[in-house]
């Protein structure tokens, strides 16, 4: 009887053992299959290219600071970039200078943001900046910089010693309505960047709704935001 109790005790601890080794096992896994899942999601919402949110990363990043408040985007502005002449720089140099481009950009954007600000590329050569809790002036100053220190920048091609220069960015900001919703802003901001194009390119437009106050269509300002 006593043989047959250490043997159930022996048979019973060796299965106890391998139902803790089996479990383990799992939660290894798990967390293996959640790590995976966190960067499978990581991708779904950043852009390959430039590290940025792309458009639907950028609309999380809202929601998430905002969540579903109807007054969110009180106090805020939205800035609509794109590049200048995009196309020639890519008939003329090729697709690979091209990137170079969009990610020198991406660069000078991610630089320029702070805090809460929100930066995405939107699509394409067009890159979007949500600034929470600043005014029109202060968006206004920050296009500028941007605008000026991108004009700055000098690409060089990948195995060459040649650089480009002069390649430009054109700005739409708009300032959220009362109760106006993300898209709407957006919407609005695209038309103040097409008015820049329309202006000559590398310059920012700002986009009016009636009631607010007024705003120069471009100005170099060095206020703070």
């Keep these: 009887m006593i043989r047959s109790l250490v043997t159930s005790t022996t048979t019973a601890r060796a299965a106890t053992e391998s139902l803790q080794a089996h479990f383990e096992a799992s939660q290894a896994e ?9 960067t499978l999601k990581g991708e779904a919402l950043t852009d390959p290219l430039t590290d940025l949110h792309n458009r639907r990363g950028f609309e999380q990043a809202v929601t998430e600071l905002y969540g579903d ?17 995009f196309k020639r720089v890519n008939d003329t140099c090729g697709h690979l200078f091209g990137d170079q ?12 943001v702070k805090g809460r600000d929100v930066v995405a590329r939107f699509g394409g050569e ?45 700005i739409g900001v708009a300032v959220p309505a009362p109760a106006e919703s993300l898209e ?42």
């Design 30 to 38: 798990l967390h293996t299959l959640r790590d995976q899942l966190g």
């Design 184 to 225: 709407q802003a957006i919407e609005r901001a695209d038309q103040a960047l097409y008015q820049a194009k329309s202006d000559g390119r590398n310059c920012v437009r700002v986009a009016a709704f009636e009631g607010a106050p007024a705003l120069p269509s471009s100005q170099r300002a060095s206020g703070k935001r």
């Design 101 to 112: 481009v969009i990610r020198a950009c991406a660069q000078v954007l991610s630089g320029a």
């Design 126 to 170: 067009e890159f979007l900046i949500l600034l929470p809790d600043t005014p029109g002036h202060g968006a206004l100053a920050l296009a500028e910089q941007i605008r000026t220190a991108f004009s700055k920048v000098r690409i060089r091609r990948t195995g060459s010693k040649e650089s480009i220069d002069q390649i430009t960015i054109s």
């Design 69 to 85: 408040r109807k007054d969110a985007l009180v106090g805020a502005a939205i800035l609509m970039a794109d590049i200048d002449h």
